[in-house]
């Protein structure tokens, strides 16, 4: 059973320019170690794990100031 990798550009693409963000903007708002990659591919909809996928969140919820959830930023999260 292979899993589909690549899924679209995902919700996240949207949110980010709702409020005026970049990737890179994210990656210096995180507390946790994030990449600029991990943002890139997270925006590209390559699938990422659940534990990459909190810290996105985290990092989003801290730059924009909001509560979104994971599900909320990928259209893939369970």
């Known amino acids: 059973m292979d899993l589909e990798r690549d899924l679209g550009e995902q919700p996240l693409a949207a949110l ?3 409020h ?3 990737p ?4 210096a708002a ?3 170690q994030i990449t600029h990659k991990m943002v890139k591919r997270a925006i590209r909809g390559r699938r990422l794990t659940p534990h990459v996928m909190v810290k996105i969140c985290n990092a989003l919820n801290r730059a924009a100031g909001s509560s979104y959830k994971v599900t909320d930023l990928f ?3 369970a």
Do not use: G, I, N
């Open 16 to 18: 980010l320019e709702k």
């Open 20 to 22: 005026e963000l970049s």
């Open 24 to 27: 890179p903007d994210l990656v």
């Open 30 to 32: 995180s507390t946790e």
């Open 75 to 77: 259209s893939y999260a």
